[in-house]
């Protein structure tokens, strides 16, 4: 059995190549990374009509065959068959906006002059129209000399159409065709395409009356800000409040699970290690599923709609203060999400030092897996009333957390300009594409996949750190009626205990010394840690201490000076695995990742004393 | 006239950009997006509350945004627009010097 066909879907950003190939392969994708380089792969299966399955990539766009970013680089590689893990196509789709033609047609002008067999789909035409433009496929065909076949990716209108084009194409690709590279005058091929989109447009009027109408108040000086502003309060205040009730169901059925185990078995081991190790560890850290997964929905969707390059162009005056772009705004709002793929979102800055200095920054922009922690904190240790006009102390506790998370993340920006990321240029050049309403089949996915990585997350290195903490707090157990507990007793009770005079002064106990270790591998196993802990303690004790929650134990046994650093150590200590991982990756050595943990960590220690000590000398 | 002080909503021609401004990787960027000389360009927007942000500007169909500085590098005459075809995108311009030197880097 040979190897399918290889078809690559190429062409400008925003021309809506996503959205075609979620539209051709469905559910039906791969997601993975470029060998070497941090830029997403993403592969699809596609049958065709005549019976053969084709294998599709979506490969990043780009302007032009020369590259400016990590990411142009990969789309150029690929198409020219020097990728490493890559094969040469066998054919290519090139992805045209049919609004913006006579920009899109001079890359497609480029990609069709390297030879590769190709059908160039004429996307989005039915937004074209929505702006007043009419297009003529058949001429535009003549002109280009391959087909044309107009698409809605989003209506799935012209992918029949689209894949008999495609399966034309390849039997003449049985001899693998090389791209030839030739070097083309750029103004020549600008003319060129503005000649051919010329012909090719019947009648046109006034361009993008809609976008124009909506940018008059999003591109606003105060207007636009006060938009943003509230946009994000929204977003914050629905990560809470549209999450109690898919929450209260999980936390239903974790509850009903872990009784039926309890029930089911006889008190044993085995019986310990399920309700206390696994239900407790990896099950705290699952009821933040709803939470998360709301959060990439709003930003999936101010990606989706075209909003967030506004927001990037809002910001661009804050961020220039700092010695960022507003292109930072996007991969540093992404980090409040997860700080991997914002720092993987780094790749659209195209100056070096901004995106180091993005890079290095990312892990202050409160990320979804510490909302578990704070969440459980603030629950446990501020009080659930109002400060007047109807505001939450919980609330705004919250809010400030992310409001030190982002002064810190300036603070530090501005020392790093000034010191070890100084001088580049600092420029700020960006599309702002058309408005669009995204369609739910693409969100749907994306929700989709961002799910699976968590509970893959959770399954995989949360399922094991518990495991092994559980046996670590578990073991020893200390001799019958020795009056040792049996925390301070095990393994890692001694471990801890090492560590302990090292967080002593910051108002550390033992219990968040244990919580700490785990949390190195993701920050959410700091909750599952201290549930797993405290459950075993109290396990050996009266009934009603074990149906205590978490947060009922917490505030029993922490003093409110010691929960408000431990807080503070959040908000800025690096402990996730992940992140050092993908910085390592993203700044290829590990000179970058040691100095992002060693000046967070130092950052942690200091933020967590200072808020122990004047807590403590405020009476609180 | 420079971009950055063109009045917002009056379509201009630019009249010469000077690429010695900006990096060969702007200078490439501005030209990708349409930006050379003979192009229609129109400012829609100016970002900055707080001073010096980003300005939006329309240059054929699409709507860029791009940095005070670099709006300031690309001068801009309105004569040409007053008897220009409304509402047509990017003029080709023959004689508009060729924009490679700054390409090669």
Known sequence: MSISSLVALVGNPNAGKSALFNALTG??????????????????????????????????GTYSLAPNSPDEEVTRNVILGRQ??????????IVVDAANL??????????????????????????????????????????????????????????????????????????????????????????????????????????????????????????????????LFVMFQAVFSWSEVPLALVEGALAAVEDGVAAALPDSVLRDFLVQ???????????????????????LMLEGTGYMTRAAFLMDGIMARVGLSGRAFIPLLSSFACAVPGIMATRTIADPKDRLTTILIAPLMTC????????????????????????????????????????????????????VTKGGGGGFLMELPKYQMPFVRDIALGLWQRAVIFLKRAGSIIFVTTVILWVLLSYPKPPEGSGYSPIKYSAAGRIAGLIEPVLEPIGFNDEIAIALIPAIAAREVAVAALATAYSIEDAGGDEAKVEQSL?????????????????????????????????????????????????????????????????????L | MRLDKLPQGRPAYVDRIDWTRMSPSEGQRLREFGVCEGASIELLHRGGLFGGGAVAARVGRMTIAMRAGHASAIEVSTEAAASAVRGTSVQASSQAPSPDSALTA
């Not at chain 1, 993975?32 to 294998?55: A, C, F, H, S």
């Not at chain 1, 899109?104 to 996307?123: C, D, K, S, W, Y």
């Not at chain 1, 239900?279 to 997964?293: D, H, N, S």
């Not at chain 1, 290829?588 to 004393?609: D, E, H, R, S």
Request: aromatic share 8%.
């Open chain 1, 368 to 419: 979804s897996a510490r909302l578990p922690v704070y969440t459980l904190i603030i629950g446990a240790f501020i009080p659930a009333r109002t400060v007047g006009w109807g505001i939450g102390l919980q609330g705004l506790v919250l809010f400030l957390l992310y409001v030190a998370g982002i002064v810190g993340a300036f603070v530090a920006a501005l020392a790093l300009r000034r010191s």
């Open chain 1, 102 to 231: 006579d920009n899109h047609l001079r890359f497609a002008l480029e990609l069709i002059a390297l030879g590769l067999p190709t059908v160039v789909a004429l996307n989005m035409v039915d937004l074209a129209t929505r702006d007043g433009l009419e297009l003529d496929a058949v001429r535009l065909a003549a002109d280009l000399g391959v087909p044309v076949v107009p698409t809605v990716a989003v209506r799935k209108r012209g992918l029949d159409h689209l894949r008999a084009e495609v399966s034309r194409l390849l039997p003449s690709a049985a001899v693998p065709i090389r791209a030839r590279p030739q070097e083309q005058d750029f103004a020549a091929l600008q003319r060129e395409a503005q000649r051919i989109a010329r012909r090719a447009i019947v009648s046109e009027s006034p361009s993008r009356r809609l976008t124009g109408a909506i940018d008059k108040v999003a591109l606003h000086p105060v207007l636009g800000l006060a938009l943003l502003l509230g946009l």
């Open chain 1, 551 to 619: 947060s009922d134990r917490l505030s029993g046994r922490w003093s409110l000076p010691t929960a408000l650093a431990f807080l503070a150590w959040f908000v800025f200590a690096p402990q996730c695995i992940s992140t050092i991982a993908v910085t390592r990756r993203e700044t290829n050595g590990w000179k970058w990742p040691t100095f992002m943990i060693v000046y967070l960590t130092v950052t942690a220690y200091i933020a967590a004393g200072a808020t122990f000590w004047t807590a403590t000398a405020l009476g």
């Open chain 1, 84 to 93: 490493p893990g890559e094969r040469l196509p066998d054919a290519l789709v």
């Open chain 1, 277 to 299: 190790g696994i239900i407790a560890g990896v099950g705290a850290v699952i009821v933040f599923l709803p939470q998360i997964l709301i959060l990439f929905f709003f930003i």
């Open chain 1, 27 to 60: 559910a039906r994708q791969k997601l993975g990374n470029y060998p070497g380089v941090t830029v997403e792969r993403k592969m699809g299966r596609l049958p065709l009509d005549d019976g053969q399955v084709i294998d599709i990539v979506d490969l990043p």
